[in-house]
């Protein structure tokens, strides 16, 4: 079974300063693809980046980008130039490459910009 | 549709009742997802479709809860004889294959159930 975990609850940034969320998985599978979502006070579910295990770079969308380490099993989201419209919860994900393909998600880091 | 419509965006009802919670995901989308996410929590998984059928019902709490997805369209989870821990939202996903792809799964706005 996977697991993932997130072990900041909270966390707070200036705004236009950068900011890294914290996601560490356990698996057995040698190949997985993890995902981050963006949760808003709307209660959306909005897909941000994806990265597959065996990708050879770190994915980049935008701001976003994902600090993969394979080794460490931990997958990192970094945020840069934090924007007042980035607060929100923070999810990642892990699915397993084969059974059913479906994704398990932590417990969510809050994120808080400040002005 | 444009996106993953769920309704109704909030229902509450009374312990020991009957309600159905529907999802209209993405024209062509073949997989969906249900999902529960309990306040400050992330989603737990309930039930995968792929078409018609479902998949994976391993996520179901117990016997009270069922889905189904008769057309391989629009989904809808069946709760029976409520309880108060049932509370929480509701959140539909779905994706255009079997789930393997990179683009992610689009999410509906979810259904805040309210068990009293």
């Known amino acids: 079974a996977q697991k993932i975990t997130q072990t900041q609850p909270g966390m707070f940034v200036q705004e236009k300063e950068a900011v890294t969320l914290d996601c560490t998985y356990d698996?057995?599978?040698?190949?997985?693809?993890l995902f981050w979502y963006k949760q808003p006070s709307s209660g959306e579910m909005i897909f941000l980046i994806y990265?597959?295990?065996?990708?050879?770079q770190n994915a980049t969308e935008g701001r976003y980008s994902l600090n993969f380490q394979k080794a460490r099993k931990s997958a990192n989201l970094v945020i840069s130039a934090s924007q007042l419209g980035d607060s929100a919860m923070y999810f990642c994900?892990?699915?397993?490459?084969?059974?059913?393909?479906?994704?398990?998600f932590g417990r969510g880091t809050s994120l808080i910009v400040h002005p | 549709g444009a996106g993953v419509s769920q309704t109704p965006s909030n229902k509450v009802t009374e312990k020991g009742k009957y309600v159905e919670l529907r999802c209209d995901p993405i024209s062509g989308h073949t997989a969906l997802y249900w999902y529960r996410q309990s306040l400050g929590q992330g989603p737990e998984f309930l039930i995968y479709?792929?078409?018609?059928?479902?998949?994976?019902d391993s996520g179901l709490p117990n016997d009270r809860f069922f889905a189904v997805r008769p057309e391989g369209s629009v989904s809808t989870l069946k709760i029976q004889r409520t309880e108060r821990g049932d509370s929480a939202v509701y959140l539909c996903a779905s994706s255009p294959n079997t789930g393997q792809g990179r683009d992610g799964y689009t999410f509906g706005s979810g259904t805040r159930l309210t068990v009293v």
């Open positions: 990265q597959g295990s065996y990708d050879e």
């Open positions: 994900a892990m699915r397993p490459r084969g059974g059913s393909y479906i994704p398990t």
């Open positions: 698996t057995s599978d040698q190949s997985y693809g």
């Open positions: 479709f792929q078409g018609t059928g479902a998949a994976d």
